[in-house]
């Protein structure tokens, strides 16, 4: 009677061929993660959002995040902040990475703006304006939806055609 069963020698190989694999692979997938530009653009306007609401409620100040559509990328300031002072900032502005873009942004009951430039307000109570933003690259977007209570911005891989609630309307969100 033979015992069925696998030696150490096969079983080193195999754990040696696996290994080679992932040392093979893992870099390329870190990569294509890390440096995607869509992602990369998703990963700074969701960073500066945190930002702004931590600081709104700090501060006791609104804050504002200034998006331009036509050439996409945004800045921040207080609500307080003059219009000089603004256009220094605006100077200063974080422009996506190469290729993506802003596809369309919308308040509730506002038409879905495409070009031109808009404004998202953080409160100084800690909750944001209600908005929807799609990012795109290539084939591929990205929909941003700052829902006005939740801590964090809600990220979809994909286009979403996201609807505010009555509540949002009712409470002129």
């Known amino acids: 009677m033979t015992d069925r069963g ?18 093979i692979a893992v870099p390329q997938v870190r990569d294509t993660l890390l440096n995607d530009d869509l992602t990369a653009g998703t990963r700074q306007l969701v960073n500066a959002a945190r930002e702004l609401r931590n600081n709104a409620v700090r501060e006791q100040v609104d804050y504002l995040l200034h998006l331009d559509l036509n050439r996409p990328g945004f800045w921040i300031y207080s609500a307080d902040t ?8 605006r100077k200063g502005a974080v422009r996506f990475p190469e290729g993506t873009r802003i596809d369309g942004v919308r308040h509730p009951e506002e038409v879905r703006k495409t070009e031109g430039e808009t404004v998202i307000r953080f409160f100084r109570k800690g909750y944001v304006q209600p ?9 591929r977007t990205f ?5 006005p209570f939740l801590p964090a911005v809600g990220v979809h891989e994909k286009y979403v055609d996201h609807t505010f609630n009555e509540d949002d309307r009712v409470a002129g969100f």
Not at 6 to 23: A, D, F, P, Q, R
Not at 82 to 89: F, P, R, V
Not at 131 to 139: A, F, G, Q, R, Y
Request: charged share 20%; hydrophobic share 60%.
């Open 6 to 23: 696998y030696t150490l020698i096969e079983l080193s190989v195999v754990v040696l061929l696996i290994g080679m694999m992932l040392l």
């Open 82 to 89: 003059t219009a000089e002072k603004q256009a220094e900032i």
């Open 131 to 139: 908005t929807v933003i799609h990012l795109v690259k290539d084939e």
């Open 143 to 147: 929909t941003l939806v700052f829902d």
